[in-house]
T-cell receptor
Framework: GQQLNQSPQSMFIQEGEDVSMNCTSSSIFNTWLWYKQDPGEGPVLLIALYKAGELTSNGRLTAQFGITRKDSFLNISASIPSDVGIYFCAGQPRVATSGTYKYIFGTGTRLKVLA | EAQVTQNPRYLITVTGKKLTVTCSQNMNHEYMSWYRQDPGLGLRQIYYSMNVEVTDKGDVPEGYKVSRKEKRNFPLILESPSPNQTSLYFC???????????FGQGTRLTVV
């Protein structure tokens, strides 16, 4: 099936640092979404993007829908200990078959913040 | 409170013994889906449903069945579980067309 390449796979950062992660695909996506998963919980939506070039913020988080429609970026500014978790990108690929509404997830970026 | 409820949270079963994991949402969402999460593979969509009696395969549907007889419920059925179906399963729901999904707490299934 289709794959989303998410990088980095994991990262250790110091509290207060900014964090960047990205997601790329070989095919065009209609929608990009970013989720965070805490241990023992289900993913929680952080940001949703619907238009190429769109830049959206949610507090210290900023995400962008790439112009080519094949990538997306998530930035976290001034990280704090509670930012620890796994961040997933997800998207709805544009497919030739109408009425298909699959969603594809990346493999996740595991973030660890050192106080 | 808006929520997606899965049951059970934990399940250990033996190969071949049919099981059902239930999922219910209280947000009147049209779209519901099931995912499995495995280390290093992220979440992979098993099946999804766009409305009552409308279901379709995700990326990894083999060995699973679903049904959508009511809008709020979307059970996942494993007719003959095998050890390679040991995984963490999530149910999710959203309004059609948004992709802004609410996830359940997860069901950790072990098949021995």
């Amino acid at each position: 099936g289709q794959q989303l390449n998410q990088s980095p796979q994991s990262m250790f950062i110091q509290e207060g640092e900014d964090v960047s992660m990205n997601c790329t695909s070989s095919s065009i996506f209609n929608t990009w979404l970013w989720y965070k998963q805490d241990p023992g919980e289900g993913p929680v939506l952080l940001i949703a993007l619907y238009k190429a070039g769109e830049l959206t913020s949610n507090g210290r988080l900023t995400a962008q829908f790439g112009i080519t429609r094949k990538d997306s970026f998530l930035n976290i500014s001034a990280s704090i200990p509670s930012d620890v978790g796994i961040y997933f990108c997800a998207g709805q690929p544009r497919v030739a078959t109408s009425g298909t509404y699959k969603y594809i997830f990346g493999t996740g970026t595991r973030l660890k913040v050192l106080a | 409170e808006a929520q997606v409820t899965q049951n059970p949270r934990y399940l250990i079963t033996v190969t071949g013994k049919k099981l059902t994991v239930t999922c219910s949402q209280n947000m009147n969402h049209e779209y519901m889906s099931w995912y499995r999460q495995d280390p290093g593979l992220g979440l992979r969509q098993i099946y999804y449903s766009m409305n009552v009696e409308v279901t379709d395969k995700g990326d990894v549907p083999e060995g699973y069945k679903v049904s959508r007889k009511e809008k709020r419920n979307f059970p996942l059925i494993l007719e003959s579980p095998s050890p390679n179906q040991t995984s963490l399963y999530f149910c999710a729901s959203s309004l059609m067309g948004t992709g802004e999904a609410f996830f359940g707490q997860g069901t950790r299934l072990t098949v021995v």
